[in-house]
């Protein structure tokens, strides 16, 4: 049995942490764990969780979280490192968070504000070279869920140099479940419902050097993003559209091959059937990535949408994918569940 713990078990990502271990035959659930509702039933806080109601959040101490074999972090940015050097050396680290994402120190200090806690393997198996690395590992950073999207829509693309990574253009809806559980004024159901907001406009989002990252590992030499996050009355979902300039004339027929080529045999990511173009529903509560991709031919552009779940593959199914590699599991155990669907 992997016994493991949740830091932030009361969160959005906690709780979707749960929802996909709970099920397991190989897992067992050890300290759930969280700050100011400590003491609370964890069933107060999801109630989704029907094997797990009456267990008891605890503090997050280092004595709580002792005596794990993997330990998920689901904390607010800047929160995982302290916890984390409390962690016994052979315990898995798995942080939700943005903490040990980049590996540009000025990056992290220009988007976030405070020292850089350094750079942990980045849990996103579908980059080159990933999978390996994940294998060996005992610390893994989990890709924000914009970051996840974006990638995974423009890797075929920038791998086979049908387009640079220069000048791509992003614009992606999504739900106000990736702004956690604490109260806000602008994720107010009279705020949202019935609205679409852009934010983050105009390169400011702290996802932006982390996209930029991801494209360098995929061949990108000067890559460059224009990326605006809008706020849609959903609570799961992320539908990126990206577009970039192609290197050379290309039509759809010979961009979807190139695109069918890279991701067969990816567990997780699917180009759809021509015709067929991404949505959100169709992946709530999976971990499957959906693609469609089109030549633009009069604006010379690639164009291609993704669709995920950012609590599943975006956060949570993402996390376990790259748990389940670093100890050495077949990579897609506990994650082949299907969208709900309607
Ligand atoms: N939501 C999403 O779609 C995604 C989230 N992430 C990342 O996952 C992490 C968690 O996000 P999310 O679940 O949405 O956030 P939430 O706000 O929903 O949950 C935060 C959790 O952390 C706990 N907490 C807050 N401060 C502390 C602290 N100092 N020590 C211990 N526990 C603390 C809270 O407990 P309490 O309520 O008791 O205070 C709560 O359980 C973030 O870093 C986020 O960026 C990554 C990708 C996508
Ligand atoms: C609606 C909303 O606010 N979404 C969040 C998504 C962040 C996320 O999920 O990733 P991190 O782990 O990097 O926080 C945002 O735009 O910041």
């Not at 995982?80 to 990056?107: I, K, M, N, P, Y």
């Not at 924000?144 to 049908?162: D, E, R, S, V």
């Amino acid at each position: 049995m992997i016994k493991i713990a949740v830091a932030g078990c009361t969160g959005y990502a906690g709780g979707e942490l749960l929802r996909l271990l709970a099920v397991r035959d190989d897992v067992e659930i050890g300290a759930l764990t969280a700050k100011s509702s400590a003491g609370t039933m964890l069933g107060q806080h999801h109630q989704h969780l029907t094997t797990l109601l009456e267990r008891e959040v605890l503090d997050t101490t280092a004595e709580n979280l002792a005596g794990h074999d993997v330990v998920f972090l689901a904390l607010p940015h800047g929160a995982s490192a302290e916890v984390a050097a409390t962690l016994g050396d052979d315990t898995v680290v798995v942080d939700a968070g943005a903490d040990f994402r980049l590996e540009s120190a000025a990056d992290w200090a220009h988007f976030y504000g405070t020292p850089h806690a350094g750079t942990w393997p980045y849990g996103l198996p579908e980059l080159p070279g990933q999978r390996e690395r994940l294998a060996s590992t005992r610390c893994i950073a989990v890709p924000g869920c914009f970051p996840t999207t974006i990638t995974l829509a423009l890797a075929p693309a920038l791998q086979a140099g049908l387009v640079d990574g220069h000048d791509v253009v992003a614009v992606a809806p999504t739900g106000p479940s990736g702004a956690g559980k604490a109260l806000k004024p602008h994720l107010l159901g009279a705020e949202l419902m019935g609205s679409a907001s852009a934010y983050g406009v105009g390169g400011v989002h702290r996802h932006v050097p982390e996209i930029l990252q991801n494209f360098r590992k995929l061949g990108a030499a000067a890559p460059s993003i224009s990326f605006t996050p809008v706020l849609v009355p959903m609570s799961r979902g992320i539908l990126a559209t990206v577009t970039a300039p192609l290197t050379s004339p290309l039509s759809t027929r010979d961009a979807r091959e190139a695109y069918a080529a890279a991701w067969e045999g990816e567990p997780f990511v699917r180009l759809l059937p021509e015709g067929l173009w991404p949505q959100t529903q169709s992946v709530l509560g999976s971990n499957y990535v959906h693609v469609q991709v089109a030549v633009d031919e009069q604006a010379g552009r690639l164009v291609a949408v993704a669709a995920l779940d950012n609590l599943t593959k975006g956060t949570a199914g993402g996390a376990i994918q790259s748990m389940n590699l670093a100890l050495g599991l077949p990579e897609t155990l506990g994650l082949t569940t299907m969208g709900v669907a309607p």
